[in-house]
């Protein structure tokens, strides 16, 4: 069973940065698509990053590009949101997904798997 566990969430003033980190455990293949959605309040679920496993190939939501840059650490299972610049509508709870994939990893992909998510907060 893959599990998912973000940690790194927090509240900063816009302007700011923070990193959100993935721990992910129960699987061992590269043929993976992972990334990050957020939630606003009263809004829908949207993808914000996403990256191939086996390739490395990233997509971004338009809203986050130049800002934000995903990242994975393949011996530490881990994967990581690098948040800079940001702003007051960058406000959510983010979530890691993960699916399984032959290649196909668009930024707002079907997840799998979910984690708990965990609470970004940007004051004006």
């Known amino acids: 069973q893959v599990q998912l566990v973000e940690s790194g969430g927090g509240s900063v003033q816009a302007g700011g940065s923070l990193r959100l980190s993935c721990a992910v455990s129960?699987?061992?293949?590269?043929?993976?698509?992972v990334g990050w959605f957020r939630q606003a309040p009263g809004k829908a679920r949207e993808g914000v990053a996403s990256v191939y496993i086996g390739s490395g190939s990233t997509n971004y939501a338009d809203s986050v590009k130049g800002r934000f840059t995903i990242s994975r650490d393949n011996a530490k299972n881990t994967l990581y949101l690098q948040m800079n610049n940001l702003k007051p509508e960058d406000s959510a709870i983010y979530y890691c997904?993960?699916?399984?994939?032959?290649?196909?990893?668009?930024?707002?992909?079907?997840?799998?798997?979910w984690g708990q998510g965990t609470q970004v907060t940007v004051s004006s």
């Open positions: 129960g699987y061992t293949s590269r043929n993976y698509c």
């Open positions: 997904a993960a699916v399984p994939s032959g290649g196909y990893c668009p930024v707002s992909f079907t997840p799998a798997y």
